[in-house]
C-alpha cells in the first residue's frame, strides 16, 4: 500500500522505483500507476491531510428528462441532473477500436495484443468532471479499465505509435500517467474523473467517490485517455459538469 503522499508532485524526485521514469535533462516525468491500489478514502481510516478533494455529484433532479426505468434510475441517481456535452473522443485511436459516434467507442474482438487506446479531442478543463459510461462489457474476458492524463497532443500521434501495453508510453519524451480503475467494471457502470486545482485526479465509481487515484502536474494541458482491456468492450462519454 502505497499513502497518497507519496504520488504528489513533490515526492516524484524522492520515490525510488521502477515505475518512475526521468530523463536525464529531467525535462520530464511520467509515471504508470496500473498495478497500484489506493485505499478508498471513507471515512473509516485515519485522517489524512489531502483527502479533502471530493467529487461533487449532484443528487437527482425531479425534473431530470431521464426516463425512470431500471437501466437509467441507476445513471440519473449518480448524474448530476445536467451535463455538457461539448466533450468527445478525438478521431485518433487504436488499430482495434471502432468509432459508433463522437461520444462513442468499441472495441473489435482480436488476438490477445489488442491496441485500444483513444483519447479525448481537448484537454481537461480543471475543476470539471467528465462522465463515461461502460455501455458493453464481456463477461468472458477479465481486466479492468486502463486510464490515464497527459500533455501529448493526440493529434501528433499516429494509430501505429499507440502500444497495445498502455505503460509503454511512459517512455515517451511527453508526460504520461497511467493508471487502472482498480474494481472490475460491466455494463451500465458509471465512471467519473476529476482533476482538481491541486492537481490531484479523483475518480468515482457509480456514484461513489473512490478518491484520489494519482497527483499530476496541470499547469499544462492534459488529454486524458483510455485503454479498453479485458472485460469492457465499449464505452461511451456521457459528458462533464463544472
Not at 93 to 104: F, M, N, S, V, Y
Request: net charge neutral.
Amino acid at each position: 500500500m502505497v499513502p497518497p503522499d507519496f504520488l504528489r508532485p513533490r515526492s516524484f524526485t524522492t520515490v525510488r522505483s521502477s515505475s518512475l521514469r526521468r530523463e536525464a535533462d529531467e525535462s520530464r516525468l511520467s509515471v504508470s500507476l496500473c498495478d497500484l491500489n489506493l485505499q478508498q478514502v471513507d471515512g473509516s481510516g485515519p485522517a489524512h491531510p489531502h483527502n479533502h478533494a471530493h467529487l461533487h455529484l449532484a443528487p437527482p433532479s425531479a425534473s431530470c428528462p431521464i426516463p425512470q426505468n431500471s437501466l437509467n434510475t441507476q445513471q440519473s441517481s449518480v448524474l448530476p441532473h445536467s451535463l455538457e456535452s461539448d466533450l468527445h473522443f478525438h478521431a485518433l485511436r487504436g488499430a482495434h477500436i471502432k468509432t459508433l459516434d463522437e461520444q462513442t467507442v468499441a472495441r473489435s474482438e482480436h488476438a490477445r495484443e489488442e491496441r485500444t487506446l483513444v483519447f479525448t479531442d481537448r484537454p481537461l478543463r480543471t475543476g470539471e468532471t467528465v462522465f463515461i459510461k461502460v455501455t458493453k462489457s464481456s463477461p468472458a474476458r477479465s481486466g479492468s479499465l486502463s486510464y490515464g492524463v497527459t500533455s501529448c497532443d493526440p493529434a501528433v500521434l499516429r494509430p501505429s505509435d499507440l502500444p497495445y501495453n498502455p505503460e509503454a508510453l511512459v517512455d515517451r519524451k511527453e508526460f504520461w500517467a497511467v493508471c487502472r480503475v482498480p474494481t472490475l467494471l460491466q455494463s451500465s457502470d458509471i465512471l467519473g474523473f476529476l482533476v482538481n486545482q491541486e492537481g490531484e485526479v479523483i475518480l468515482s465509481h457509480n456514484g461513489t467517490n473512490a478518491g484520489m487515484q494519482v497527483c499530476v502536474d496541470n499547469s499544462r494541458p492534459l488529454w486524458m485517455f483510455f485503454g479498453l482491456h479485458g472485460a469492457v468492450t465499449q464505452l461511451r462519454i456521457l459528458g462533464k459538469s463544472v
